[in-house]
């Protein structure tokens, strides 16, 4: 009886999907619709109430502080993008095209990945005791003779935290990078050579292009990972820098929810509109 | 095999400064944890002495960090078994091709790129309205499957794209059912990668702060637990925990990856009879 419904593909492929449909509808799409309808409400100091006012997104708009601070969430996903490429590219680069054994090119993969699993907050904490004022780098650099005073802006500034991006996120350009190059034809490389390319040549125009798809991945996580994040500016900067992420976890911690709610709406939509741009140069499910 | 090209070593040098940034101020910290008791946050060493590991065992002043640990584990197993349970699912719907799957997929492309205080920020204000209270097991176990998930789903993706339809096709010409082909033939065919999802599942569960932020409720999780820790504890005792907990990290990593290897040489003798015929 329930067999012949069972039969038809549609049916038994959401029947599967059902428990990730599930989630993300609960997890995911309803708080997206949440954070969209709060946007709207008011605000008094100790509780939220459902209203349907622009109050919140005029003020937001009104503030020169707001295109301060995404004028630099969007300088550091910018710098940290750059780096990360240029420093990803090489890695994946020497892995794939430098490494002749493959049990050698996983076993280095695996080196360079494993500081994914684990903690963030870890990883930047270690930071400290390199940066801070008595840290390694100013204590190296006395005893070399390149300073003489400790350099103050190497924590708690602009520098660290882009630098705990660039620790924190290559990774997620690697990744990708190693894997498309992994699938170039070999054959491709030498048609390269023998056609009289150079190294440098057959870099810039046979591997290049022929990696931008994992490129383009990679770009989408760091892109996405330092436009959405508060806590590594926070904490790297001492909360002496400000990002949207930040803006919106103080209100968070004013319970200004409402006004938290507007910025996420706008947020989201800046995150959207640079995705949908560069899934126009890829199509990931391809790419696997 | 040929000589290695010059541009070899400088890559190769490149690579080794890399790793060193990787590994650099983790393996920093882990040698600061052994300062003596007099010691403070940074170079030099004054004195060793695990001082630091044993006040971590003891009665903290703030925090419950043994507590935050018990609940971080437990979420990180429910989180990886969920995950894989769930991908493997949704991986196995996704080769049906079934009306409305683009939908699902762009959903979980935009879970896995959506800023994780968006959701820690709607999760909280949906149990809010709801008048329900956040816990780590309820709407914190929800919002970290907002982040493991999507990976799960990747990972499938890239198994299926690589998986020989022709084991099937055979299981089923010898007269296996579906669910038979499922269970003796694709699950032990893509086990290994499974055990790649439960990895993601656990460790990023267990490391997992932003998506908890707002949905772990009173009792914390351990990354929690640690950023707490980074506004008031002023001494190497911070670096014991960061290095415990990633020793442990470590040992889990470990763990699954020697699960894996182990399960490519059993597959390796056990696999085949191709020779032994004749």
């Known amino acids: 009886m329930a067999a012949i419904p069972l039969k038809n593909r549609h049916v038994l492929g959401w029947l599967m999907a059902l428990p990730l449909s599930v989630v993300l509808l609960a997890f995911l799409i309803a708080p997206i619709a949440m954070i969209a309808v709060v946007s709207f409400w008011g605000a008094t100091e100790f ?56 049990t050698m090119q996983i076993a280095l993969f695996l080196v360079c990945t494993i500081p994914f699993w684990t903690s963030n907050i870890i990883r930047m904490i270690s930071w400290i005791p390199f940066l801070g004022r008595n ?47 992994m699938r170039i034809d070999k054959s491709l490389l030498e048609a390269a050579r023998d056609n009289g390319a ?11 292009p022929l990696t931008k798809p994992g490129i383009m991945i990679g770009t989408i996580f760091v892109v996405t990972l330092v436009m ?61 | ?59 903290q002043a703030v925090g419950d960090i043994w507590g935050a640990f018990r609940r971080s584990f437990g979420l990180g197993l429910m989180v990886m078994v969920t995950t894989v349970v769930v991908s493997v699912m949704a991986g196995l719907a996704f080769r049906k091709r079934f009306v409305g799957s683009a939908l699902v997929f762009y959903a979980a492309i935009t879970s896995l790129v959506i800023p994780s205080i968006l959701i820690s920020l709607g999760v909280g204000l ?76 656990f460790t990023l569960s267990y490391d997992e702060f932003a998506r908890t932020l707002l949905t772990a409720g009173s009792y914390n999780t351990l990354p929690l637990e640690i950023f707490g820790m980074t506004t008031n504890v002023t ?7 960061g290095t415990l907990t990633t020793v442990f990290s470590f040992a889990i990593i470990g763990l699954f990856l020697l699960t894996v290897w182990v399960m490519g040489k059993r597959r390796a003798r056990l696999g085949s009879d191709a020779g032994k015929g004749v």
């Open chain 1, 228 to 288: 959405g994040d508060f806590i590594t500016v926070r904490f790297m900067s001492g909360s002496q820098r400000a990002n949207v992420g930040r803006l919106i976890s103080n209100d968070i911690a004013l319970l200004q929810y409402p006004s938290a709610a507007a910025t996420a709406v706008v947020l989201l939509c800046t995150v959207l509109i640079v995705i949908a741009i560069l899934l126009r140069f890829v199509n990931i499910r391809k790419e696997l």
């Open chain 2, 126 to 201: 949906i149990f809010n309205q709801l008048g329900l209270k956040v816990h780590w097991a309820t709407s914190g176990f929800g919002s970290q499957l907002t982040w493991t998930l999507p990976f799960g789903l990747l990972i499938m993706f890239a198994v299926f794209n690589r998986f020989d339809q022709s084991y099937e096709e055979a299981a089923r010409d010898q007269g296996a059912s579906a669910w038979q082909t499922i269970r003796f033939v694709v699950l032990p065919i893509i086990a290994p990668s499974l055990i790649g999802v439960a990895l993601f599942g």
């Open chain 1, 47 to 102: 509780s939220i109430y459902p209203a349907f006012q622009f109050d919140n997104y005029e003020f937001l708009f009104g503030s020169p502080v707001t295109y301060k601070v995404f004028g630099a969430t969007l300088k550091y996903a910018l710098i940290t993008w750059a780096l990360t490429l240029a420093i990803g590219f090489t890695v994946a680069y020497f892995l794939a095209f430098h490494v002749r054994s493959l």
């Open chain 2, 235 to 241: 001494t190497p005792v911070i670096y014991a925990l």
């Open chain 1, 198 to 208: 150079s190294g440098f040549q057959t870099l810039v125009h046979v591997i290049l």
């Open chain 2, 1 to 59: 095999m040929e000589k290695r090209p010059r541009s070899f070593y400088v890559l190769a040098a490149f690579f080794g400064l890399f790793v060193l940034f990787l590994y650099g101020p983790i393996l920093t910290i882990g040698v600061l944890s052994f300062q003596g008791p007099r010691g403070g946050l940074t170079f030099p060493m004054n004195g060793v002495s695990t001082h630091w590991f044993r006040d971590l065992f003891q009665e």
């Open chain 1, 135 to 181: 840290g390694i780098a100013n204590q190296t650099l006395i005893s070399w003779g390149v300073i003489d005073e400790p350099l103050e802006w190497l924590l708690y500034s602009d520098f660290s935290v882009i630098l705990a991006f660039v620790h924190l996120y290559t990774l997620f350009m690697v990744v990708p990078i190693f894997n498309t190059m």
